[in-house]
């Protein structure tokens, strides 16, 4: 039965609950934060000003926490969905360890003072654009497109894609080509890597309600789907190198991580339509995260070596 229509105001009704400090760190979804906080370092560091390492660690840690809050602002209003999909029935929320008003109190106290503080000890348009990767993600992503379309996951990549601006706008007090740069390959890259979840845990999906692509235009699509957006995902990779980013010590990492993702997408395209064993599916999805973190530790490498051994780098 779809859920998509459940009322959510009950979430915030009173009550406490015997939560342990574990319940919480899990609401900021410390996995999905740990991408999201090392691709907004990876902005700070390749951008061409450095602040104080002071201030550049506050501001990770102001990211950071953003990102946790979106995460236990998602959980709260999830909590339908997330109750009825293996994955994440035991989450703390739908399984009954935190209240839903705590949940919601803890995810909008945190933002504030992620916002506040990077603005302080920042600046205001790195804090403005966490604000605004916040609101995005917990309610256009999550209270609108995740239960009304099909691409979801695509419009909603924008919230995962920015950090990496936060992180050079941090830097700098800008945004710039190289810094939209990032966000571009995060951004193609977010519908492959959910789409090859989505392919192995349809049916958790439309049990929950959730329009994902398998489950409205079919396995079929959504192959065709992932491969012409891994590669558009591969050759974003190499952009770093045409706009003097990173150097060719980069592009020949960025080179063979696409050629891999390419490889990976090519299988799942290829797949029987009667395979249920979803194994191209599932070696995708894994090799997706290893993709966006050894690209990204690539740029970081990259930008630490241009400002100790300038030439050869840049």
């Known amino acids: 039965m779809a859920l998509a229509d459940t009322d959510h105001m009950e979430r915030s009704a009173p009550g406490l609950s015997e939560a342990t400090a574990g319940d919480f760190v899990t609401l900021l979804k410390p996995r999905v934060m740990s991408l999201v906080v090392f691709t907004a370092f990876v902005g700070l560091i390749s951008a061409p000003a450095t602040p104080n390492p002071l201030i550049a660690v506050i501001a990770v840690l102001a990211i950071a926490v953003g990102a946790g809050a979106s995460g236990a602002l998602n959980m709260w209003y999830d909590a339908d969905i997330d109750a009825v999909m293996g994955r994440t029935a035991s989450r703390p929320v739908p399984a009954g360890r935190v209240a ?4 919601l109190a803890f995810g909008l106290v945190l933002s504030a003072f992620a916002v506040v503080t990077l603005g302080l000890m920042a600046n205001w348009l790195a804090a403005a654009l966490l604000a605004f990767t916040i609101v995005f993600y917990a309610v256009v992503y999550t209270m609108w497109l995740k239960r009304s379309t099909e691409q979801n996951i695509v419009i909603g990549g924008a919230a995962g894609a920015l950090p990496p601006v936060i992180g050079w706008a941090a830097a700098t007090g800008t945004v710039s080509l190289d810094s939209l740069l990032m966000f571009l390959i995060i951004f193609l890259w977010t519908p492959p890597h959910f789409w090859a979840l989505a392919l192995f845990k349809a049916e958790e999906y439309g049990r929950a309600g959730v329009p994902m692509m398998p489950n409205v235009s079919g396995a079929r699509a959504t192959r065709r789907q992932i491969f012409v957006y891994t590669v558009l995902t591969a050759v974003s990779g190499l952009l770093p190198v045409a706009t003097g980013l990173a150097g060719p010590a980069y592009g020949v990492v960025a080179l063979l991580l696409g050629a891999g993702f390419v490889h990976r997408a090519w299988r799942v ?11 191209p599916a599932k070696a995708l999805f894994a090799y997706s995260l290893l993709y966006l973190f050894a690209l990204f530790a690539a740029l970081m490498a990259d930008a630490v070596a241009a400002r100790l051994i300038p030439g050869p780098w840049v």
């Open 100 to 103: 839903p008003g705590e949940a």
């Open 269 to 279: 395209l290829a797949m029987a339509d009667s395979d249920r064993a979803m194994k």
